[in-house]
């Protein structure tokens, strides 16, 4: 796997739109907020773009502009401006030859998903689980979340998640666990089986979080990686931000699914893993190496 190049001051962010648009007022809020942390900033032309009211245009231009940036020898990091809909109409265009010659740092989380999956299993390229401009460098851009985002994109051959204060890791099932990191939003992941980007978890740790979502569809969906033998050969599971999710018993949430998943296994579970849609959103490495051992509460992630 391949660990890109760290980003410096006065680096040069291509912003892109792989899934839905912002307004015209929310990109200039985006543009100053990298220019304030020093960066310079190129656009894509899509950012604003609307095609049926939940995608930021057509998927051959949003494709387009991420072929642009990592093409571009300009542009240091890309970063994407928002989640939402519509990535994974882009995946069968994105021209991985290029992504494969000129791996850069690359950020989202959500609906970019099938862009972590598409680029760790095709590209051999760590991506990066992190911020987004206008969903958190904006109005959300907390010391903790920042801390983190840069000592994940600059780590030097091991990079250690650090709890957020008031957020300790929580145990779900005890054990050690070793494998490359593989994951994202779990709607995506699970509505990846079966296609050409189906996440591949053999040998891996498998890593979800969730928005806006009931038990009961967080529960099909875990069952779906279930019956689909995808959780066959994992070796450990982290649980991230379930933000906004609704139990109908308050004892029986989503480590309770996951558990229920993984009887009989003997397979690490960590959870309260602040990573996903809420705040602080601690970056994690996509890809990497990582390392989970429940006795000392430890979650290391290998650069190199």
């Not at 231009?61 to 994407?80: G, L, Q, S, T």
């Not at 809909?85 to 609906?111: E, M, Q, T």
């Not at 204060?165 to 005890?174: A, Q, W, Y």
Request: proline letters at 4%; glycine letters at 10%.
């Amino acid at each position: 796997m391949i660990y890109p190049k760290k980003i410096k001051a006065g680096a040069v962010i291509g912003l892109v739109s792989p899934s839905s648009s912002i307004s015209n007022e929310r990109l200039d809020a985006c543009v100053k907020a990298l220019k304030n942390m020093g960066f310079t900033v190129k656009l894509s032309d899509n950012i604003c773009a609307d095609k049926g009211g939940y995608m930021a245009g057509d998927e051959q231009i949003r494709a387009k502009w991420i072929n642009k940036m990592f093409a571009d020898p300009e542009v240091d990091a890309i970063f994407c401006v928002r989640g939402g809909d519509g990535g994974n109409r882009v995946a069968p265009l994105i021209d991985l030859n290029i992504v494969r010659k000129n791996p850069k740092i690359f950020v989202g989380y959500s609906d970019i998903t099938s862009f972590h999956l598409l680029f760790n299993q095709e590209c051999d390229l760590i991506t990066f689980h992190g911020p987004m401009v206008s969903s958190n460098l904006v109005d959300h851009y907390d010391r903790e979340t920042k801390l983190s985002l840069f000592s994940c994109l600059n780590a030097e051959e091991k990079y250690t998640y650090v709890a957020p204060d008031g957020f300790d890791i929580k145990i779900v099932r005890e054990g050690y666990g070793m494998g490359p990191l593989v994951g994202g939003n779990l709607t995506l992941i699970s509505t990846s089986i079966g296609t050409p980007y189906q996440i591949d978890t053999k040998g891996k740790i498998l890593f979800m979080e969730e928005l806006d979502s009931h038990i009961g569809n967080i529960d099909r969906c875990i069952y779906q990686l279930k019956n689909a033998g995808l959780l066959d050969e994992i070796k450990g599971v982290l649980i991230g931000q379930f933000t906004n999710c609704r139990n109908d018993r308050a004892y029986y949430d989503v480590n309770r699914v996951v558990a229920d998943a993984l009887e009989g296994r003997n397979i690490p579970v960590m959870s309260n893993i602040q990573s996903g849609h809420g705040f602080p959103m601690i970056t994690l490495p996509m890809g990497a190496l990582c390392e989970m051992d429940t006795a000392t509460s430890s979650l290391v992630f290998y650069t190199r």
